[in-house]
T-cell receptor
């Protein structure tokens, strides 16, 4: 596709359930980022992939959060046993470091835990 | 100290005003610098890259001060539509990873 695609765009889940968020980066982009943004707050870094490996996962807030990337393409962010404080917009971005490090964002997944 | 810092604002200015934001970064090895704009409930979008020689795009001017380790964004003749949050991004030292500031909120009033 032309841009970064995220799905679902909105997700409402019950507390305690697991959720999976998907990100399709721009084709050929080897770098991929996940961020969390709570209402009215700044971007909170979660994890950075270069290819299929994650050299920096320092932002994952707890062991309930995990992410993987396969084929240097699609990435999934999984949140287990969701809590109300997980409610936020989860943004994915990708970049092609071989050309320029600027990152392009998807429209995000708005997660609401009830 | 945070790796990338911005004044959260809000900066409240009248239409037509000139406003400037700074963004400081901690790693002197950083090489790539960007300004992003984020509208309410939207994703951030690239506004402009910041080059060593500075660059200008219409009413927007971005500059880099390596000695003091900050980048700046100047907006001239502010429009109501400039109201948004402006995020700076800097690569982490010699790596490709981008670090984002928390953003500066701009409100342009009639």
């Amino acid at each position: 596709g032309a841009g970064v695609s995220q799905s679902p765009s909105n997700k409402v889940t019950e507390k305690g359930k697991d959720v999976e968020l998907r990100c399709d980066p721009i084709s050929g982009h080897t770098a991929l980022y996940w961020y969390r943004q709570r209402l009215g707050q700044g971007l909170e870094f979660l994890i950075y992939f270069q290819g299929n490996s994650a050299p920096d996962k320092s932002g994952l807030p707890s062991d309930r959060f995990s992410a993987e990337r396969t084929g240097e393409s699609v990435s999934t962010l999984t949140i287990q046993r969701t809590q109300q404080e997980d409610s936020a917009v989860y943004l994915c971005a990708s970049s092609d470091p071989g050309v320029n490090t600027e990152a392009f964002f998807g429209q995000g997944t708005r997660l609401t835990v009830v | 100290r945070k790796e990338v810092e911005q004044d959260p604002g809000p900066f409240n200015v009248p239409e037509g005003a000139t406003v400037a934001f700074n963004c400081t970064y901690s790693n002197s090895a950083s090489q790539s610098f960007f300004w992003y704009r984020q509208d309410c409930r939207k994703e951030p979008k690239l506004l402009m890259s910041v080059y060593s020689s500075g660059n200008e795009d219409g009413r927007f001017t971005a500059q880099l001060n390596r000695a003091s380790q900050y980048i700046s964004l100047l907006i001239r003749d502010s429009k109501l539509s400039d109201s948004a949050t402006y995020l700076c991004a800097v690569n982490k030292g010699s790596s490709y990873k981008l670090i984002f500031g928390s953003g500066t909120r701009l409100l342009v009033r009639p």
